[in-house]
């Protein structure tokens, strides 16, 4: 690393805490002008993710700020008007339009290195045969384009898929939306605006760039914070960060140097917390040490953990109340009742709040009633149950326990 500059700005970890969660969207009133495409352009990255129980995590991101949107909107909002693009960021992200330009670094470091994990048998033609179809024949898929598997794992891909991903890592075509799952390719010029269809920046200026959305996006940050934002490496942050914009603080109980986004210092952070429940692809959350860090939560996703060794289940959610993480829940859905599989709460007071967004989540997805399945002990399933009639309207009735519901404290 660099020398760094002295901090000019002492915060405390509750400030911090709170300039992360205004940066989020997640304090303050949520800017419903801007709806699912202001939300993408405020974070960034959506981080996009197979994985689908409530929703897909990129519908999730924008639910657990603006509420519920209707999940067609989400979708169109993404992927219509040019608005947007895939390419990787974080991991696979959905990206503003407006940041194609900053990723020209990743692609000429892709082409330099010449291929990805799979291997072309004759890369010239099979990736010309792609351009050929798309230039003809408009926006396709892997499947239209001549199929995405050469007949055996899911992972032996054909040589037309294997050249189509090769020539969207370099940025020859671009996926320019999702249909039922499956990226629509699409040449650059199509999908591309003329003013920002261009790989002239050098990569300090990418890289200077997205070093300074991504402290924007977070409000404060660590080195690793803000180069994990985007994936870049901590040699590349420590080449631009004094151009970036970001000033150096000083944060209560942080170890490690930290920067912020100079507009989070201009105004203390206050407002309204937003109470949801969130993906754990969600960039508030996504960076495991970070949400120790700021929230003292420590939370793993367990999707791809042995069935017998997970504690929290498949698919926790974290519970967002009072600007906290207090808890966090596995649901899953059975008909039109969304299921509590596994809930943990940090503390009694946290039943309520996780009440209320269980309702509030199942509402969303079309359930008109909840059950809690299993919880950390039988007090908590009792006090959420009870909390969840209490909102009234057509719940009670169905708001109950499953027989031994809360007998599990662990596995």
Not at 88 to 95: D, E, K, V
Not at 285 to 296: A, L, S
Request: aromatic share 8%; charged share 25%.
């Amino acid at each position: 690393m660099t020398s760094l500059p002295p901090p000019t700005v002492s915060l405390s970890a509750d400030e911090a805490r709170r300039i992360a969660l205004r940066a989020q969207g997640f304090l303050g009133a949520p800017d419903r002008r801007g709806g699912v495409r202001g939300v993408l352009r405020h974070l960034g990255a959506v981080q996009l993710d197979t994985i689908s129980v409530l929703a897909r995590s990129h519908e999730l991101i924008p639910y657990a700020r603006l509420g519920a949107v209707g999940r067609d909107a989400v979708e169109k909002a993404y992927w219509s008007d040019g608005h947007a693009f895939e390419y990787w960021s974080h991991a696979a992200c959905i990206l503003p339009i407006e940041e194609w330009p900053h990723f020209a670094f990743r692609r000429r470091a892709n082409r330099a290195r010449g291929h990805r994990w799979h291997i072309l048998e004759d890369k010239q033609q099979s990736t010309r045969a792609v351009l050929d179809r798309l230039k003809a024949d408009g926006p396709l898929t892997s499947t239209e384009l001549g199929g995405a598997k050469n007949g055996g794992e899911w992972f032996e891909w054909s040589e037309t898929k294997i050249a189509v991903e090769w020539l969207l890592d370099t940025g020859e075509v671009v996926c320019s939306e999702r249909r039922g799952w499956k990226r629509v390719y699409d040449l650059p010029e199509r999908a591309v605006p003329d003013a920002l269809l261009h790989d002239d920046l050098d990569d300090r200026e990418c890289l200077r760039r997205l070093v300074a959305l991504a402290g924007r996006s977070l409000g404060v940050g660590t080195r690793a914070d803000i180069a994990d934002y985007h994936r870049l490496k901590g040699e590349q942050f420590d080449a631009v960060v004094a151009d970036s914009g970001l000033v150096p603080v000083e944060v209560e109980g942080w170890s490690k140097p930290a920067w912020a986004d100079p507009s989070a210092l201009a105004t203390a952070p206050r407002g309204r917390h937003r109470t949801t429940l969130l993906s754990p692809f969600d960039s508030l959350v996504w960076d495991r040490p970070r949400t120790e860090r700021i929230f003292g939560f420590t939370h793993r996703l367990e999707a791809y953990v042995p069935k017998p060794k997970r504690i929290h289940g498949y698919f926790a959610m974290p519970l967002l109340a009072g600007g906290r993480l207090q808890g966090r829940v596995d649901p899953a859905r059975e008909g039109r009742t969304l299921v509590a599989r596994q809930l943990s709460l940090t503390s009694p007071a946290a039943a309520a709040p996780m009440a209320r967004a269980l309702r509030e989540a199942a509402e969303w997805v079309g359930c008109d009633a909840v059950r809690v399945e299993r919880a950390q002990n039988a007090a908590e399933a009792a006090a959420v149950t009870a909390e969840l009639a209490a909102l009234g309207g057509t719940w009670p009735a169905r708001c109950r326990p499953a027989a031994g519901a809360g007998a599990v404290t662990g596995r």
